[in-house]
């Protein structure tokens, strides 16, 4: 220190503490943004888990979504005792890049799995839950349909479309979003979980199969097949979602009206059924 103040600065004492004072103040502003950032990204809260909201915490600055991720490990395990740098990175590419059902580990040891737009965090020793039982739930043209037993709110338009917006409309959807031909659609509409011996033709497959082959084909996971509803009109299975629509209902030249449906987390605000 007294060379640094020979040589470079005769106040570099006062100028490191200065520093130190602008990193505490920095460190608590970022500590409050977190907290208020990460009560709205909560999905549901337990002693035993936490889950939040993949695509909103994907929203946020990336300085704000480490600390999100800091503070749901941290209220897991009381301590942040070896949780680094690249324990916070291993979590966020997990909610970038993850596929449904893959997880990470960090210290605590927690477990950090991705269900499709949601991130779990519970404590790697937790006991596992049972796969909910998914409720049959009828679904409101137009409207919003909450979906607790599975986490999402089900949104349902009608558009008019004109033959030279199919093609747009099937490149920019989401992935948690779909295209239906309305009048290829039998109402009404339910949301169930698969049944055995439930069969569907998946959009550009050659033909059609059953929704247990299906789930094999994509590599679920046991745990991610029980928690998949499945979108079914008076004809049978519409949307196994978020994974595939049924060539059936699919937007065609010739389609004049469109059935838009969208999933989107469940917050604990949401008002329940009736």
Avoid at 19 to 41: C, I, Q
Avoid at 83 to 107: M, Q, Y
Avoid at 252 to 260: F, V
Wanted: glycine residues 6%.
């Amino acid at each position: 220190m007294p060379l640094l103040a020979e040589q470079l600065n005769p106040n570099v004492a006062e100028a490191l503490l200065r520093l130190a004072e602008h990193a505490r103040w920095l460190g608590t502003y970022l500590e409050d943004a977190a907290a208020r950032t990460f009560d709205s990204l909560v999905v549901s809260e337990g002693p035993q888990h936490i889950v939040l909201n993949t695509h909103a915490l994907l929203g946020k600055q990336r300085i704000i979504q480490a600390e999100v991720v800091r503070r749901a490990i941290t209220l897991i395990t009381g301590s942040e005792q070896d949780l680094g740098f690249t324990h916070i990175e291993s979590v966020l590419r997990l909610a970038e890049n993850g596929e449904s059902g893959k997880e990470v580990h960090v210290p605590g040891p927690v477990v950090v799995r991705k269900q499709y737009e949601r991130l779990d965090f519970r404590p790697l020793d937790a006991p596992a839950e049972p796969a909910p039982e998914i409720s049959t739930v009828f679904v409101a043209i137009p409207g919003r349909t909450p979906l607790p037993s599975l986490g999402f709110v089900l949104s349902v338009e009608t558009r008019e479309v004109a033959p030279d917006q199919v093609d747009a409309l099937r490149r920019n959807r989401n992935p948690y979003e779909e295209w239906l031909d309305l009048e290829r659609v039998r109402p009404p509409l339910l949301v169930r979980g698969r049944r055995e011996g439930d069969r569907f033709h998946p959009l550009g497959a050659p033909g059609a199969k059953s929704i247990a082959d299906f789930f094999s084909d994509e590599k679920l996971d046991p745990d991610v097949r029980l928690r998949t509803g499945i979108l079914c009109d008076q004809q049978g299975p519409l949307w196994v979602m978020p994974l595939r629509i049924d060539e059936r209902a699919k937007l065609r030249p010739t389609t004049h009206t469109a059935l838009r449906v969208v999933l989107t987390p469940l917050s604990p605000q949401e008002p329940s059924l009736p």
